[in-house]
């Protein structure tokens, strides 16, 4: 079974600049998870997705940050315009349901905006 | 915010040796889960406990969960080198039907040969 893929793995912008990130999930899986992960610290949920539709978005940021899920499977998610303190990797997640399930991790990309 | 708090920051021992390490958490749960990360890679799940379960086995792994007490231990026996990772737990906060991971800071384990 092929585990959830992202692109790029390694992305760095200067500040100002906007940046996409790229999450396919597990064949089947309905939920979808993009979270934000600073040096040092645990994953942060951004934003879920369960299908097509937005569950959770109570931590993005949403005047940079958006994200989509067309037909319910790849996701993208937008920065626009980079701050430094978005320099992070970004996770993308997905599962069979909702948290009350495992969930599967890309291997993430690792933003630089300096 | 952060809902689970793990403890020790961080852990350095011998192979063989085994490591226990904690997680307290403030609000009540549906689950608890724990989650590995090697260095530069993606988390892999470890073990899930429900809220209605003291504790889980799984090989090497072993989950006791006090709901009482609001905390979690993973003990992991026999440690390897190639357990040197970092360790988070994460809860599955009961706030209806839309339920979330919230992440720890994570605990770093060294394994030394």
């Known amino acids: 079974e092929a585990g959830v893929a992202q692109s790029p793995r390694y992305k760095i912008i200067e500040k100002r600049q906007s940046v996409a990130f790229w999450c396919n999930p597990i064949?089947?899986?309905?939920?979808l998870y993009w979270y934000q992960q600073i040096l040092g610290q645990g994953p942060k949920l951004l934003i879920q997705?369960?299908?097509?539709?937005?569950?959770?978005d109570s931590q993005l940021p949403k005047d940079r940050f958006s994200a989509e899920r067309l037909k319910g499977v790849d996701s993208t998610l937008k920065i626009q315009p980079a701050k430094l303190e978005d320099s992070a990797v970004y996770l993308c997640?997905?599962?069979?349901?909702?948290?009350?399930?495992?969930?599967?991790f890309g291997p993430g990309t690792r933003l630089t905006v300096t | 915010s952060q809902q689970g708090e793990e403890d020790p920051q961080a852990l350095s021992i011998q192979e063989g040796e085994n490591a226990t390490m904690n997680c307290s958490y403030k609000?009540?749960?549906?689950?608890l889960q724990w989650y590995r990360q090697n260095s530069g890679r993606g988390l892999v799940h470890l073990i899930l406990?429900?809220?209605?379960?003291r504790e889980k086995h799984s090989g090497r792994l072993r989950v006791t969960l006090d709901t009482s007490k609001k905390s979690s231990s993973l003990l992991i026996t026999a440690s390897r080198a190639a357990d040197t990772a970092s360790y988070f737990c994460?809860?599955?906060?009961?706030?209806?039907?839309?339920?979330?991971?919230?992440f720890g800071k994570g605990i770093t384990l060294s394994v030394r040969p």
């Open positions: 994460a809860t599955d906060g009961i706030t209806g039907a839309n339920s979330k991971l919230t």
């Open positions: 064949s089947g899986h309905a939920t």
């Open positions: 609000t009540s749960i549906n689950n």
């Open positions: 997640a997905s599962s069979p349901g909702t948290p009350r399930y495992e969930q599967y």
């Open positions: 406990i429900r809220s209605n379960e």
């Open positions: 997705f369960q299908n097509n539709g937005v569950v959770d």
